[in-house]
Each structure stands twice: as C-alpha cells, then as structure tokens.
C-alpha cells in the first residue's frame, strides 16, 4: 500500500514568514501532484512533478520533487493570508489512482 | 473557465437508504473519478471510468457502490444501502487524458450524511 505523510499537519505563522511542507513516502511515484484546498470546496491543482529533481515555481511557492521520486516539498516565501488553506500532495504510483496525503492546514495571521 | 459541479451540496439521508450523487464533468473530459473524504481524514480513492467502464477501483468500492454515466453529460454514484460510515464528502474529477502528468479537476462536493 502507497503512503503519502505530509508533514507538519499545522501551521500557524505571521505573515511574511517562510515555511516548508514535507511530503515523504516509502513508496517511488511516477509523478506527485500537490493541490489546495478551502473550506467546503474542492482540491485545486497547484502543479504536478514528474522527474526526480525537478523544482517548479509557482510566483512565491517553490515545488521539489526528491531525486528519488520518494518525497516532496513546497516552499512558501513570505506568507501572505491569501495563502491560508489546506495544502495536499498526491502521488500516482503506476495505476490510474491519486494517493493523497492528509494536508497541511496552514494559517497565515495578518 | 470551464468546472465540474455536484449536486447536491449535501444530502442526508437515513441508513439502508440508496442515495445517487451526481456530477456534470468537464465537458471534452474523458476520464471520470469519484473520491471520497471523512471528515478529518485523507481524500481517498473510490473509482476511476473511462469508455464507459469502471478501469479502476479501490476496495471501499464495494458491491455495494456503483456508477454510470447515463446520458453522455452527467456522472452518477449510487450507494445501494447507506451504512453510518459512508458519512463523507464525495468528490467527483475529471481528466482530459490519464497520462502521469494529467491534472485533475475537483468538483466542490457532495456532503453525505446517514442518520
């Protein structure tokens, strides 16, 4: 079974502040999507990384996928409060299926 | 730009009842998702259509749970006779492709609930 932990699951921050989310598995996945999501909406797309090594900018945030193809990190630089939300990784391992992580709720505090 | 809708946003519903959730994909789409979320858990994997066929599965999936896609637009999942532990968000997805790099679009929900 393909398991995607995503670290840490909280975070409360001021604004401007930098943070990193982890996303770390057992597991190699052919690509690894991460996606945000509000309250009462579904899962939108942020990007998707397909080589191991790969890094995409996406204006403050900065995506890694692992060398491995393992693990993944978003950075955020200078956190606004539109940045709130719950951020998700999800991995496609070879079959059709999306194995999702738990989130990362961020809060960003004016 | 174009979206996935749901409805309806939430449905209650008494155990042993059948209830159909429906969704309307992305119209030139081709592959078609149902995930579901408990509340304070992961988004997981129900089933994937494509060509009118379910291509994949996970074992919630059970005999239990169907799918259709009666008319070309819409996009429906049946739960047979609702057990308290179907309580969840369903989310519905589309794709336009089902390589790995292929996004998929969420639609916003279907709350069930069973009493």
């Known amino acids: 079974t393909q398991l995607l932990e995503q670290s840490p699951q909280f975070l409360s921050i001021q604004e401007g502040e930098n943070l990193t989310v982890y996303c770390n598995s057992s597991?190699?996945?052919?690509?690894l999507q991460w996606y945000r999501q509000e309250p009462g909406e579904g899962p939108v797309l942020l990007v998707t990384v397909v080589t191991g090594g790969e890094v995409k900018k996406l204006k403050r945030l900065t995506f890694q996928f692992g060398d491995a193809r393992k693990d993944s990190s978003l950075h955020i630089t200078a956190a606004q409060p539109g940045d709130t939300g719950l951020y998700l990784c999800a991995g496609r391992g070879g079959s059709e299926k999306l194995v999702f992580g738990k989130g990362m709720k961020l809060t960003v505090n004016p | 730009e174009p979206e996935v809708t749901q409805t309806p946003s939430h449905q209650v519903t008494q155990m042993g009842q059948e209830v159909i959730l429906r969704c309307v994909p992305i119209s030139n789409h081709l592959y078609f998702y149902w995930y579901r979320q408990i509340l304070g858990q992961k988004v997981e994997f129900l089933v994937s259509?494509?060509?009118?066929?379910?291509?994949?599965k996970s074992e919630i999936f059970d005999d239990q749970f169907s799918v259709e896609r009666p008319d070309g637009s819409n996009f429906t999942l049946k739960i047979r006779s609702t057990k308290l532990e179907d309580s969840a968000m369903y989310f519905c997805?589309?794709?336009?492709?089902?390589?790995?790099?292929?996004?998929?679009?969420f639609g916003n929900g279907t709350r069930l609930t069973v009493t």
């Open positions: 997805a589309s794709s336009g492709r089902t390589n790995y790099n292929s996004p998929l679009h």
């Open positions: 259509f494509y060509n009118n066929e379910i291509s994949e």
């Open positions: 597991s190699v996945f052919s690509s």
